[in-house]
């Protein structure tokens, strides 16, 4: 059963600490995305990878994020240092080309 | 860049109800997906229908590319059928300064009572 997944589902984190995020896109997936999503903002668009090239990460806070593929089967969400204003979902997807996009279970961010 | 706008913003359902949601986008585009974020928070694919009608179940959706809208339907509303609705868009074109990425409504929240 393909499905893209997170890890960890859960984070609770002091203010100030490194936080990575995990996600293994689908087989033979070469669209990569990572969303966040809070009440007040929905669903935004941090970055966005086609076979493992950055292509718009527009979205994310430059100076405390970043978004990486080292490899095809593995993307990594980093904050550093993370502030409370990061509690969120952040979700990843994965997509062949501009196809249907499958979306993982997320991962709740906590930032105390 | 394009503008996706999804109607109702929430709707109340009694248990048995039919209901329809809606999903304008202000540019061509090369595909569009519906979602259903249950209340776990789980977003669900629901179709991939960049034109024409599909069904699946209970569920049935319809996207106009020529006129930018799709429609999602639910017949015989069940309480599991609660949730946030998102309509999803990949723009055909790419704006200046922009990239083709998916671009998503702010969704519907739709709540089934028994």
């Known amino acids: 059963d393909a499905r893209v997944t997170q890890t960890p589902r859960d984070k609770v984190t002091e203010m100030g600490q490194e936080v990575t995020m995990r996600c293994q896109p689908i087989?033979?997936?070469?669209?990569v995305f990572w969303y966040r999503q809070t009440m007040m903002q929905g669903l935004e668009l941090l970055a966005y990878f086609r076979n493992r090239a950055p292509l718009d990460d527009s979205g994310m806070p430059k100076d405390r994020f970043s978004a990486e593929m080292p490899d095809a089967t593995l993307a990594t969400l980093k904050i550093q240092p993370s502030e409370p204003r990061d509690s969120a979902v952040y979700f990843c997807?994965?997509?062949?080309?501009?196809?249907?996009?499958?979306f993982g279970q997320g991962t709740r961010l906590t930032v105390v | 860049g394009i503008q996706v706008e999804q109607s109702p913003p929430d709707l109340i359902l009694q248990e048995g109800a039919n209901s329809t949601l809606r999903c304008n986008f202000s540019d061509s585009v090369n595909n569009l997906q519906w979602f259903h974020q249950n209340p776990w928070g789980q977003l669900i694919n629901l179709f991939y229908i960049p034109s024409g009608t599909k069904q699946n179940g209970r569920l049935s959706a319809t996207t106009v590319a020529t006129e930018r809208y799709s429609l999602l339907y639910i017949s015989s509303s069940q309480t599991t059928d609660s949730g946030v609705y998102f309509c999803?868009?990949?723009?055909?074109?790419?704006?200046?300064?922009?990239?083709?990425?998916?671009?998503f409504g702010k969704g519907m929240k739709l709540t089934v009572n028994p």
């Open positions: 997807a994965s997509g062949f080309g501009v196809a249907e996009a499958f």
């Open positions: 999803a868009v990949w723009p055909r074109y790419i704006t200046q300064g922009g990239s083709e990425k998916l671009v």
């Open positions: 087989l033979g997936h070469n669209t």
